[in-house]
């Protein structure tokens, strides 16, 4: 049977744009995937220059660069490069649009896509606030439009692996949850128009890194069989702020399952995380933790509390499950679009709206308790 390949706009050339691009045109059998194809069709950028540097860099892949299977099977082959993003937007050869600009840009993006009869998939995080995200949402379901934050964690192998075990009950009843995403930025060598920065690109800590802590608390808190809280709330936060701009340096924020558990989740841009432990859910028979990077781990640990667990957990096992080489790991959440459009879903059930709603309520909450210059923003909503 042919597959119909999924023409993607990229709308913006910055770091992850290229990385996701790249991912498009990796060979999809080399992650033991049959059923979808991507193909690039546009390219746009603030500068038409910038749109074709893209387009040439992809294809000047080298022979042992994943991407260079797809340019030569002809991931590129109409590409066009565009001087802005709405002729992206407005291109017929365009099934849907990747958003990669900067956080505060998200909404605009989204909404201008979806305006004009495009499936959205939109980087983390989704929008700069709830409100911002309420209104994509109604508009996906009005325009029966695809629409999805690009949370590349939730779709890699570790994760489904890291439910599993968590499904299985093996490890008992949660107790209690950190997970942290911390890396030194080095903010005082940026320039004041760096993304982590700059308060008119959403910088700081909470919403660029703050994604990946709660990722973790999604799949392994939320996600648990013994979760019944599906509208967990922020019943603490803190920001110290990055007195240069305003943004937050580190955001702290604990949420409470109720009837469950206590997770502690925190960010840090001045700081580098601990190596073997991003994410931890302590339960009543036993741990698992999982190393970093949050982001992109490969390796998770289960360790029994022998004392507690009536014998029948002793065994500590260590379990890698890393991205299948040569992707990114940001081909698996493009996989899942190019499903959900070609079954005529608007909306993924491994990433579905009410999940990126109750993050983005977290990150609203923790701005607003906190002293940043982010604080109340409501972004571009109604605009
Ligand atoms: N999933 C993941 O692993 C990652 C996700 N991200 C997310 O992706 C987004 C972009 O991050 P990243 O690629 O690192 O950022 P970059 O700064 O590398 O790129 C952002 C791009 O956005 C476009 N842009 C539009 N308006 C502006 C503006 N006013 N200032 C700066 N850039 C602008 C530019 O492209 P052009 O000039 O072509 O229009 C620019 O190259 C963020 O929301 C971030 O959270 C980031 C890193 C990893
Ligand atoms: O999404 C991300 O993942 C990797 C980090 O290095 C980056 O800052 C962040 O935006």
Redesign the pocket.
């Known amino acids: 049977m042919s597959i119909k390949p999924l023409r993607w706009g990229i ?7 290229t ?1 996701y691009a790249q991912d498009l045109l990796v060979d999809p059998s080399t992650r033991e995937v049959s059923d979808v194809k991507h193909v690039i069709t546009a390219v746009g ?3 038409v220059d ?2 074709n540097k893209f387009i040439d860099a992809l294809k000047a892949a080298k022979a042992d660069e994943g991407w260079g299977w797809g340019v030569k099977n002809g991931g590129l082959d109409n590409v066009k490069g565009y001087g802005s993003y709405e002729e992206v937007y407005a291109d017929p050869n365009v099934d849907i649009v990747y958003i ?4 505060t ?2 909404h605009r993006n989204a909404k201008d896509a979806l305006l004009a009869g495009k499936h959205v998939c939109c ?3 989704f929008t700069l606030s709830l409100e911002e995200l309420d209104e994509l949402i109604a508009l996906a379901k009005e325009k029966n439009l695809f629409l999805m934050e ?1 949370v ?1 964690t939730r779709f890699h192998p570790i994760a489904y692996k890291v439910q599993e075990v968590l499904k299985s009950g093996k490890l008992g009843k949660p107790k209690r949850f950190s997970a942290d995403f911390s890396s030194d930025f080095k903010p005082d060598q940026q320039p004041d ?1 760096h ?1 982590m920065i700059d308060p ?2 959403g910088g700081g800590s909470l ?2 890194m703050g994604p990946y802590p709660s990722v973790w608390a999604m799949l392994m808190v939320h996600h648990h069989p013994l979760n019944k809280d599906k509208t967990p709330k922020v019943v603490s936060s803190y920001q110290s702020i990055y007195k240069r701009s305003g943004v937050d340096a580190s955001s702290r924020w604990i949420v409470e399952w109720d009837g469950l558990c206590l997770g502690n989740l925190m960010t840090d841009m001045t700081t580098s995380g601990f190596a073997d432990n991003t994410a931890l859910l302590q339960c009543d028979k036993g741990d698992l933790v999982v190393e970093n990077p949050p ?1 992109k781990p490969s390796t998770f640990h289960i360790v029994p509390h022998p004392q507690l667990s009536d014998g029948d957990l002793t065994k500590r096992e260590t379990i890698h499950a890393p991205v299948h080489q040569g992707n990114n790991g ?1 081909a698996y959440e493009a996989d899942e679009c190019a499903r959900c459009i070609a079954r005529g879903e608007i909306e993924s059930k491994r990433m579905p709206w009410d999940e990126s709603r109750v993050v983005q309520g977290w990150f609203d909450t923790v701005r607003n308790e906190g002293g940043t210059v982010l604080k109340g923003k409501k972004g571009t909503v109604g605009q």
């Open positions: 709308i913006s050339t910055g770091g992850i744009a990385k950028s603030r500068s910038s749109a990669g600009t900067p956080h840009f998200h980087e983390k995080p690009a590349w128009s993304r008119k690109l919403l660029d982001y940001m």
